[in-house]
């Protein structure tokens, strides 16, 4: 979760059909796409699809129950995962569910995504295929992308380009390395990466439950550095922002010009504010400390740093143009 600048998409998996919203929300609010998971598993996966596909109208309330929620939490989409048989006579049902589900979150959200995880096949088996072929192509028509199970080779990711549009393809990559290519995920990513293809990457909280007594922040420099070719980080492009440094070590970079601008940083100890790389004189209220620009400037990286820059503290950052 240090990383949002470098996710453009997020979204929370658990085994559970709608999944905690939390960090769905810190990541809508950190300007990167943010999903909400709808999984069904096994017999009882199967007996509510049986329900919520039995009908158009059962399919239309579902959907609408699921619009309402990404809008009440402001987020922008939903993953679908379905790990369950479906019914011959209700696979038409599944798919006017995404078509209405990507349809209505297009409208609800300008910038919504509704993403297929590859696992039931046209025929209504779940049989998982590690590629876009035709046992899957019917979801893929039917929403914004589908998201490749990780078991795939280069001959399948190759084959899969036949079938669809690249960037909605999303190349699976398990952190925990299970059934994924070359073992390592930037091996993997660099795969993904030739072909031109999204990648989802799954469950990098490996860092933490893998290495439990290890610093997870040390660990996730480590990651992600070796992701740092194919994650390139947003730039922020206007004014006003507001954030909070997460873990209090976060170099921000910007492209932005402003006539003049003031940088506000909430901190109980000391720190230095670092405009473009120069150290700049601040003034001190209580907990907030002060940098104003009165002057054109093309704003491109601050830091805020401690005991001559080996250190950083937690804080909020507020910038806004004069």
Known sequence: LYYQAVVPNFGLF?????????????????????LGTFITEWKGGAKLCDHFLETEESVKKTVDRLVAVARYFNFDGWLINIENRIRSELLRNLELFLRLLTDNMRKSAEFSRVIWYDSVTATGNLKWQNMLNGSNLRWYNSCDGIYLNYNWD?????QSADFGVISRIFVGIDCF???CIGVFADRSFAKANLMRMSVALFAPGWICEQ???ANPIENGLKFWKKLALFTPARPILELPISTDFCAGFTLFNFDVDCRACRITIQAQREVKILVNGVVKESKKEGEQIMVVIDEPIHLVSLDVCVDDFKECSLHRACIEEL
Not at 14 to 30: M, P, R, T, Y
Request: proline fraction near 3%; aromatic fraction near 6%.
């Open 14 to 34: 658990a085994h559970k059909i709608l999944n905690k919203l939390g960090n769905v929300i810190l990541f809508a609010n950190s300007g990167c796409l943010a």
């Open 154 to 158: 280069d001959a399948m990711l190759l």
């Open 177 to 179: 390395a299970r059934g």
């Open 211 to 213: 290495f439990p007594h």
